[in-house]
Structure formats: structure tokens, C-alpha cells
């Protein structure tokens, strides 16, 4: 499998490493949407959330929260988005799960919309016992 966030976490790739343990890398986005945009990327392949263990996903985000603290007191941002993408409608470009760690300032014009879905709170609730009873 020919996936470069897998070349990226084990450091087969060079990158700019903001921190690195025995699982994961996090690193600063190529493409940034803001200066200082960070990405957490564990060093075994899971393609999304769904593939990634409870044990991961839970070290993933503890990580996450660290680098954000870092990232506002380094860049000395107004707010931080911690955004996860699964599956390309949901804008995931990489197949390799990753956190972004976004910083935002009130000048940027990072465009990070969910629109308004016109639903009826019958429908809300109705989805909510749906989801309820799939967990
Ligand atoms: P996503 O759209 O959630 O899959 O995010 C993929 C992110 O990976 C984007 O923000 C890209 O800019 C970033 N990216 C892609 N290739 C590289 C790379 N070689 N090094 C660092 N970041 C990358
Ligand atoms: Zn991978």
C-alpha cells in the first residue's frame, strides 16, 4: 500500500516535526490553512476513525488538545478548530486518519461552514433514537 502519511509517521519521508512518540507523529501541514496548521498522525495505518482502536483514538485526541494549547500560545491565535475528516464527502483527501489543528484569527477567511439543515424536531429526535440505539 502506497499511503504517504504512513511514509510521514515513520519518518520514511522527512517532515517538519512538531512532536513524535512511539504511535503517532504530529506535523505541520504542506498546504496550511492558517500558519501554524498541525496535523496528528498515528504511525500505524487506519484509514478513518471507524478502523483506528478506542486506545488510539483516545491517545489521538489527548494529543490533539495538547498541540492545540501549543499552537494558540505560539501563534498567539484568537481561536483553534480541531477538525477529523472520514470519507471524502466529509472532505477527507488523505486515506491515513489524521486530527488538523487549525489556528484561527478574527482577520482569517478560513471558511469552515455546516449551513442549516431544515429538519422538524420530530425528525431530530427521531434520528437521535436512531443513532441511540446503532451505538
Ligand atoms: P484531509 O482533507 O482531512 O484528508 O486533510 C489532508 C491534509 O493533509 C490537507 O490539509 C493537506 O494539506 C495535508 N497534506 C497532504 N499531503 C501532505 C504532506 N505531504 N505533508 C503535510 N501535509 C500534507
Ligand atoms: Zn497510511
New binding site residues.
Given amino acids: 500500500m502506497d499511503c ?1 502519511f504512513c511514509k ?1 509517521a515513520n519518518g520514511e519521508i522527512p ?1 517538519t516535526t512538531i512532536y513524535e512518540d512511539g504511535d503517532f507523529r504530529v ?1 505541520t ?3 496550511p490553512a492558517n500558519l501554524g496548521h498541525c ?1 496528528v498522525i498515528p504511525k500505524a495505518h487506519a484509514a478513518n476513525v471507524y478502523e483506528l482502536s478506542e486506545e488510539l483514538t483516545a491517545k489521538a485526541f489527548v494529543i490533539a488538545k495538547k498541540v492545540a494549547a501549543a499552537v494558540k500560545k505560539a501563534t498567539e491565535c484568537d481561536g483553534v478548530n480541531i477538525l477529523q ?1 472520514n470519507g471524502e464527502t466529509a ?4 486515506f491515513h486518519f ?1 486530527i ?1 489543528i487549525i489556528p484561527r484569527l478574527k482577520s482569517d477567511d478560513v471558511k469552515l461552514s455546516f449551513g442549516s439543515f431544515k429538519a422538524d424536531s420530530e425528525s431530530i429526535a427521531a434520528m437521535g433514537e436512531k443513532i441511540k440505539k446503532s451505538l
Avoid at 91 to 94: E, F, L, M, P, S
Fill in positions: 504517504i510521514i517532515s506535523i501541514d504542506i498546504n496535523l475528516n472532505g477527507q483527501t488523505v489524521h488538523h
